[in-house]
């Protein structure tokens, strides 16, 4: 039997103490899924800053049935009281939203600006006559 000397010892000893430490663990990262939705949506994606297309143009929410305007953003309503156009975080309480009967639509400025065409678009029967179902888009 041969005898292991001094300084082979101290070699095979760090060897023994350093050599698992430099084993590499790999882990298996989870995988990022991007989800790409469909959508008629125009413009940036919401993420995006609003440089440009999103600030120009603002998503009302339109009840034709009630003739009233929402504004999601600052949570405004618009509607017609005696001829003048009000504003308002409330609407009076003879107003009734039905969520379901909303058409979105994009302006670049206030809605009663707009309010002839949209209101030809969108006429108060316009669920009634079939031609809307459920939450549409201008």
Known sequence: ?????????????????????CVAVVEDRPRREVVVV????HGPPPWAPAHGWRRKHETFHYYPVVQV????????????EAGQWQVGVRLPSRYVIQEHKMVAVDLDDEPHKHHHKIKTQYPPDYFERG???GRGRS
Not at 2 to 13: A, E, M, Q
Not at 69 to 80: G, I, K, S, V
């Open 1 to 21: 039997m041969k005898i292991i000397s001094g300084s082979w010892k101290t070699v095979l000893f760090l060897a023994a103490v350093t050599l698992p430490g």
């Open 38 to 41: 469909d959508s008629d949506r």
């Open 69 to 80: 305007y929402y504004f999601p953003a600052n949570r405004t309503y618009y509607w017609l």
């Open 131 to 133: 031609k809307g179902k």
